[in-house]
Structures are given as C-alpha cells and as structure tokens.
C-alpha cells in the first residue's frame, strides 16, 4: 500500500517554501539574509525535484501550484518587507515554516516505510536540508 498523500503534502510544502523564499530574497536588505535564504530555497527546490520524480514515478502528476496557504504567506511576507523590512526578527516566521516542512518530512518516511529506498531518498534530502541527522 503506497502512502501517496504524505508525498503530495511534502511536495507542496516544498513548493510553498520555494516561494516563501523567493519573497524573501527579493526583499531582504541584508546581504547576510539573502544569501540564508538563497541557500534554503536551493535545498527545497533540490528536495522538491526529487519528491517530484518519485511522484511521477508513481504515475502521478504533482500539482507545481502549491497550496492556497503559499499565496498567504507570500502577502505576509511581501507586506512585512515593506513595511519593517526582513532582518533577523523574520526568521521565527520561517523556522515555523521549517518545522512545518520537517513533520512532513516525517509524516512521508512514516508512511512510506515499506519501501526502504524511497525512506532512503527523503532521509537523505532531511539530512541534506539539516532536517535529520540520519
């Protein structure tokens, strides 16, 4: 029996942070955050072609469109950057955003264990994300 809703979830939550990323980076006055950022959106969409695949694989057709709730955060985020400006009091809102991707990131090893190299494959992009240290 394939777990098929926790890899969707994953990969629209992988979606939703590539974007919340690119928000995040267009309106970053600091160098230092940006770079952050870049790096995290790099990791995400890395993760998210590979979930992307296996999905496919699965004879599936991922949604690219992420999730009505993307849209919201990328107004949030739009709006606090021009009002206040992104500067390290922003990033609680993205470390929320993390641990959302983590517990899906759970939830789809959980689901999925009965296929050892599909556990393998998110294992390895949890680690590679920081997410999980095996």
């Known amino acids: 029996?394939?777990?098929?809703?926790?890899?969707?979830?994953?990969?629209?939550?992988?979606?939703?942070?590539?974007?919340?990323?690119?928000?995040?980076?267009?309106?970053?006055?600091?160098?230092?955050?940006?770079?952050?950022?870049?790096?995290?959106?790099?990791?995400?969409?890395?993760?998210?072609t590979?979930?992307?695949?296996?999905?496919?694989?699965?004879?599936?057709?991922?949604?690219?469109?992420?999730?009505?709730?993307?849209?919201?955060?990328?107004t949030v985020i739009s709006v606090r950057s021009a009002v206040v400006g992104l500067d390290l009091r922003s990033l609680s809102a993205f470390a929320s955003g993390e641990e959302r991707i983590t517990q899906a990131y759970d939830r789809a090893i959980e689901g999925n264990s009965y296929d050892p190299a599909l556990v393998g494959l998110l294992a390895d992009r949890a680690k590679a994300e920081g997410i999980h240290d095996s």
């Open 50 to 74: 590979a979930i992307h695949k296996v999905l496919l694989a699965r004879s599936m057709t991922p949604d690219g469109g992420g999730s009505f709730m993307s849209s919201v955060h990328k």
């Open 1 to 48: 029996m394939t777990d098929n809703d926790s890899l969707i979830a994953l990969h629209t939550a992988l979606i939703d942070a590539s974007r919340g990323y690119d928000e995040a980076i267009e309106g970053s006055e600091r160098s230092d955050l940006r770079v952050l950022f870049q790096g995290a959106k790099a990791l995400h969409d890395k993760a998210h």
